[in-house]
């Protein structure tokens, strides 16, 4: 089981109101997210109290619901909004998530928590940003993989390796003119690789032709 550093300050408040942090805190590629449960627990101990929400926007046909609240805390007091839209958000009930990551960002603000945690309600949001920065990177990856590998050729080596496949399929034919022929052409297509060090296509030519060259 890894062993995470879960924040003191975070860990403490759980503490007080009989809640560990491993129950209540995950990962979420490096960024501490708290559920739902936890932000309403540290609310109610912590005396947080809210105004009715107001209504920004509400379109049931599309799935928007945008409001804007209140809350407050001995003598502080924080607004904020909560937004929830298909793009962020898969929950069915759009006004209750909207109502739900707006009351969790205010009792994290209020508490002091805020930037540093973030509520669970709060994380479909930046998941799918991290997905596509995810995406994004393993994409530039892979293209870095390709330079690397192909040499700036890609196409004319994945041509050259189609092409040796091919010459293999001939080269172990009963005609036994056209199986030379396809083994100098086979020849020529590794001695092409060589020149541009392809080592990719070298290494294909050698686990097809291998055999066949020292039969030969």
């Not at 890609?154 to 172990?172: F, R, T």
Request: proline share 2%.
């Amino acid at each position: 089981m890894p062993t995470y550093n879960y924040p003191e300050n975070v860990t403490n408040a759980l503490k007080e109101i009989g809640l560990k942090s491993e129950d209540c805190l995950w990962d979420c590629h490096g960024q501490w997210i708290l559920k739902h449960y936890a932000c309403e627990r540290l609310a109610a101990h912590n005396g947080v109290t809210f105004d009715d929400p107001i209504e920004i926007e509400n379109d049931s046909e599309k799935g928007t619901v945008v409001i804007k609240l209140w809350g407050y805390l001995d003598d502080k007091s924080e607004f904020t909004y909560g937004e929830a839209t298909p793009k962020n958000s898969k929950n069915s009930y759009p006004y209750a998530m909207a109502e739900k990551r707006a009351k969790d960002r205010i009792i994290l603000k209020l508490i002091g928590f805020h930037g540093e945690i973030y509520s669970e309600d709060e994380a479909e949001e930046f998941v799918e940003e991290v997905k596509a920065q995810e995406k994004a990177e393993k994409k530039k990856e892979k293209e870095a993989i390709d330079t690397s590998v192909w040499h700036g050729m890609k196409k004319e080596g994945q041509k050259a390796g189609h092409d040796l496949n091919n010459l293999y399929a001939i080269s172990i034919g009963k005609n036994k003119e056209k199986s030379m022929k396809a083994l100098a052409d086979a020849k020529d297509i590794y001695d092409w690789a060589t020149k541009h060090n392809l080592v990719i296509i070298q290494d294909q030519y050698l686990k097809l032709f291998d055999k066949k060259l020292k039969s030969a």
